[in-house]
Every structure is written in C-alpha cells, then in structure tokens.
C-alpha cells in the first residue's frame, strides 16, 4: 500500500485523484488549509488522513508540519493546489501576483523541500498539475502563467537534483477543465460556462496515475492533456 499527500484534493483533479487511489487502497494524506476544510475534505475518503497548512502562507508551513505527524516513508507527493486570478499587467496588483505565485509556485517548492526525505527514502515521486499556461502565454493570463511557468522551471531542475535519489519528477500540463476553477476563468472571462465542453477531471486523474504508476524502469516527464472535443 503506497503513501501519497496531495493537495487541493476538495474539488476539480484533485478530488478525482483521491479518490481513485482510495478506492484502489492507498493511504492518503490530505492537505487542507484550515482544520475546518480538512473535516470536510476527508468526510468523503474514510480513512484518508489530513494536515493543515495554508499555502497562501509558504513561510509558514515549515512551522505547520513540525506541529503534526508525518510519515517516516512517502510514495508521492501531488501537487494539485492552484488559483486563479485573470487581468492585465497594467491592472493586476501586487497582491494578486504575491497571491498566485505562493500558492501556484512557492508553496510547492517548500513542500517539496520539506518532505524530500521521506520521498529519498521509498524513491518516490513527485507530481505538479500545472497547466497549459505553464507552456504558453495570452493576454490577461499575466501573472498565473508567470507561477506556472516558474512551476515547470521547478519541476525541470528538481528532476535532475533528485535522479540520483531515485526520485521520479512528473509534470501535467492539463487543458481547460470542467472544475470550480474552470467556472471561476469563465466568470471572470464574461463567459458562459458549460462543463460538458472541457476535459473531465477524470480523464486528468487517469494521465497522472498512468505516469504514477508506470514501472520503475522508465519515467513520464511531461503530460499533456487537451480538450478532445
């Protein structure tokens, strides 16, 4: 049975995440910003574990985790957190960048830092749910691509610094799909939002696992994934 901690396992990818790999058996631990939302999150998966940190706040999670109980062994760590926040550069402030960029990107990274050890130890792997965002760039996508190109900069050198450690590095470069973040680009687009247009969740849920789950003797660096309709 594998340990896995992810985040932004309460909607969207995520949520389909967690729920493949609890109906198949593994052990979760479930990131939440708040004990509220943890109660809440795990209320779906029974036996799913939770940990509480705000990844709006990087600088405080090292602090958050010390506070709770970690595995001594982790299997992955998958990054599925994100946000969104649309506008041009002449308009966005510097709170929506600092925004987007701690939780798309700094918080990640710290993440990451933190539970290294324990991913050394199984040589584990590490997913990030990036984006396309993170491969092109429009107007009004300013900032949240900014975090999602610097998160696949991440991903590239972290792979390389752990290949001797074992550790597999995988990045999911999904296009747009059917979640509350979808609904979220739409409203702040002007624009109708119909989920049946966009990619399932589950269909991103299936990519990443098949890069999860691939045998050791080969790695997926980079998934795309793109409407198919």
């Known amino acids: 049975m594998a340990t896995h901690l992810i985040t932004g396992a309460g909607s969207g990818i995520g949520a389909a995440v967690a729920r493949r790999l609890h109906e198949r058996g593994d052990d979760l631990l479930l990131l939440a910003r708040d004990a509220g939302r943890a109660k809440e999150i795990a209320a779906g998966?029974?036996?799913?574990?939770?940990?509480?940190?705000?990844?709006?706040?990087?600088?405080?999670?090292?602090?958050?985790?010390?506070?709770?109980?970690?595995?001594?062994r982790l299997d992955s760590l998958l990054h599925i957190a994100g946000v969104v926040d649309l506008g041009e550069v002449g308009e966005l402030t510097p709170k929506s960048w600092h925004h987007q960029l701690n939780v798309n990107l700094v918080a990640p990274a710290e993440l990451t830092r933190l539970l290294l050890p324990q991913l050394r130890i199984s040589h584990g792997q590490v997913i990030f749910v990036n984006s396309g965002a993170g491969l092109a760039t429009h107007a009004g996508w300013s900032a949240y691509a900014a975090s999602k190109h610097g998160?696949?900069?991440l991903a590239d050198g972290?792979?390389?610094?752990?290949?001797?450690?074992?550790?597999?590095?995988?990045?999911?470069?999904?296009?747009?799909?059917?979640?509350?973040?979808?609904?979220?680009?739409?409203?702040?687009?002007?624009?109708?939002?119909d989920p049946a247009r966009w990619i399932d969740p589950e269909s991103v849920a299936t990519a990443l696992l098949t890069a999860l789950d691939l045998p050791r003797d080969a790695q997926i660096d980079d998934i795309t994934v793109r409407p198919g309709r």
Not at 49 to 61: E, K
Not at 176 to 189: G, L
């Open 151 to 153: 998160l696949k900069a």
């Open 45 to 72: 998966l029974p036996g799913a574990r939770t940990l509480v940190g705000d990844l709006t706040n990087p600088d405080r999670l090292s602090w958050a985790l010390a506070q709770q109980a970690l595995p001594d």
């Open 158 to 193: 972290l792979r390389q610094e752990e290949r001797p450690h074992g550790v597999r590095v995988t990045s999911v470069y999904p296009g747009r799909t059917a979640s509350p973040m979808q609904a979220k680009v739409h409203q702040q687009e002007g624009k109708e939002y």
